[in-house]
Nanobody, 116 residues
Framework: QLQLVESGGGLVQPGGSLRLSCAAS????????ILWYRQRPGKQRELVAT???????YYVDSVKGRFFISRDNAKHMVYLQMNSLKPEDTAVYYC??????????WGRGTQVTVSS
């Protein structure tokens, strides 16, 4: 079973960029799909992007063309490159692992604030 730790959040101006990282410890990392969620203030947690074991990707419509998810199985890392950030992207961002075999695991999240 993995453990996940997010990093890379911070304060950025509208139009800026951030790269979030999700570091995984544990074995068989390549067997997990990794998902990025976010929870905006006063809102439910929502799925933002997914990278599958085959490196297929999925994005919610609101971030398509601005956010890009990638994985490096050798480093046990997943990245979320966020460009053209908007104030409405302000949220706590979480990564989650899913697998047919193991229970899902959440990280503790990293805060992203987009403000001038």
């Amino acid at each position: 079973q993995l453990q996940l730790v997010e990093s890379g959040g911070g304060l950025v101006q509208p139009g800026g960029s951030l790269r979030l990282s999700c570091a995984a410890s544990g074995s068989d990392f390549s067997m997990y799909n990794i998902l990025w969620y976010r929870q905006r203030p006063g809102k439910q947690r929502e799925l933002v992007a997914t990278v599958t074991t085959a490196s297929s990707t999925y994005y919610v419509d609101s971030v398509k063309g601005r956010f890009f998810i990638s994985r490096d199985n050798a480093k046990h890392m997943v990245y979320l490159q966020m460009n053209s950030l908007k104030p409405e992207d302000t949220a706590v961002y979480y990564c989650k692992s899913t697998s047919f075999v193991f229970p899902e695991v959440w990280g503790r999240g990293t805060q992203v604030t987009v403000s001038s």
